[in-house]
């Protein structure tokens, strides 16, 4: 029986020579396997002076980030006075911080200094995986602060006792494992469905503009996890509000007005950073995934992902007397150094 290929005979040439036959419908087939190897992100300008003032502007921004989250951290370790559960907190907020904007910022100052766009797609992934990990981290820690808070106010004799060094310790390692498995969770819905196109509408591979791009119903996966993560939100955030109703209440019972003033100061810096997060970061997430994308858009997922980060560190050190006078005498050893 003669195989399948089509026969051909050159001019001058007795001889037959076999060409395989070309199917159209195999041709098709392996054209729909192709996938998406990398992702184009957003440029913030096309012109070259421009590309270079995004990375001297993010450098300062980065380098200010950084700086000033290390400096929470070095007057936390240092300083026996604030070996406390509210500052061994403190200053795993200001770890997260650091690792939140390095996940994004470096990637984008180097695009940019290189006049690129590209990032691979298991860079995507890692930064889908990391930023939701620290993301997630940082309000899983605002709330045990806010428990934290709670027990130093309204239990104040049972608090050594309820909030021990290995009591923050455990906390602190239930909180990582628990952010890491939510994060790959994140990652697998998000990156479940195939894509139909490589650029991203964002500086950054952000969840809610990556599943713009899915090309099936997959994508719905990842929906269902947002739901998930919203309702997980919207329970922590009652339970941030009931606790402060608490503590408010027990202040009000404080009958020293140096003692109201001091519980008060404590408080406040939290709320202030509660605030801010939950403002910026709704903005983002809380919108439809598929609207057209804005300028708007790229302004809000600025604020929330770089002001948290660079607020934390000020706020708490202008509003927390302990900390002030703890880099005061950090710098003042150091200055005698």
Partial sequence: MEDIRGICKPPGDGK???????IPQMEHKMSNKTSVLEFLLLQ?????EFQILHFVAFLLLYLGIVSGNLLIIAVIAFDRHLHSPMYFFLMNLAVQDIGHVSVFIPKSMANSL???????YS????????????LSSDFAILTVMAYDRYVAICNPLEYEMIMNRGACRQIIAIVWMTVFLYSVL?????????????????????VPQLLKLTCSDLYLVEMGILVLSAVICSGCLIFIAVTY???FSAVRKISSATGRRKALSTCLPHLIVVST?????SFAYLTSPFNKTSHLDIAVTLIYSVFPPMLNPVIYSLRNKEI????????GLTKKI
């Fill in 44 to 48: 913030f300008s096309d012109l070259r």
């Fill in 114 to 120: 290189m006049n690129t766009r590209h990032i691979s």
């Fill in 324 to 331: 002030k006078n703890a880099l005061q005498r950090l710098l």
């Fill in 245 to 247: 109703g608490q503590i």
């Fill in 186 to 206: 994140h990652t697998c819905g998000t990156f479940a469905s195939p894509f139909c196109s490589n650029i991203v509408n964002q500086f950054f591979c952000e």
């Fill in 16 to 22: 037959r020579t076999a060409l395989p036959l070309r």
């Fill in 277 to 281: 997060f939950l403002c910026t970061s």
């Fill in 123 to 134: 860079g995507c992934v890692a930064q889908v995986l990391f930023f939701i990990f620290f």
